[in-house]
């Protein structure tokens, strides 16, 4: 129900989108979030979004550079990620919220999409 799209292989320094697509129902209630998991590492948080977009919460790692927004009209999420790192190579996970607001917690989503690959050479 969720399609995670938009990774590949960038420099460091470089700039990547990451898609979120639903289907087969509509998330335009729900919170989003968008999880991280580097190989050998547990899957971290990396960003969130309110069910309308008003609010928005990211990771210390991230914040300044990543931008997480949606569109509830074409029932996608994104995640603009500029200044890329090495460190930021991961499988990129979107999900949906139990509820409208999303949250830092891996437990307050129930939906999961099948991850994107994300890889930053130094």
């Known amino acids: 129900q969720l399609q995670a799209s938009g990774g590949g292989l960038v420099q460091a320094g470089g700039s990547l989108r990451l898609s979120c697509a639903a289907s087969g129902r509509t998330f335009s209630n729900n919170g989003m979030g968008w999880f991280r998991q580097a190989p050998g590492k547990e899957r971290e948080f990396v960003a969130t979004i309110t069910w309308s977009g008003s609010t928005t919460y990211y990771s210390d790692s991230v914040k300044g550079r990543f931008t997480i927004s949606r569109d509830n009209a074409k029932n996608t999420v994104y995640l603009q990620m500029n200044s890329l790192k090495p460190e930021d190579t991961a499988i990129y996970y979107c999900?949906?919220?139990?509820?409208?607001?999303?949250?830092?917690?891996?437990?307050?989503?129930?939906?999961w999409g099948q991850g994107t690959l994300v890889t930053v050479s130094s």
């Open positions: 999900a949906a919220g139990r509820g409208p607001a999303g949250g830092t917690n891996y437990n307050a989503y129930r939906y």
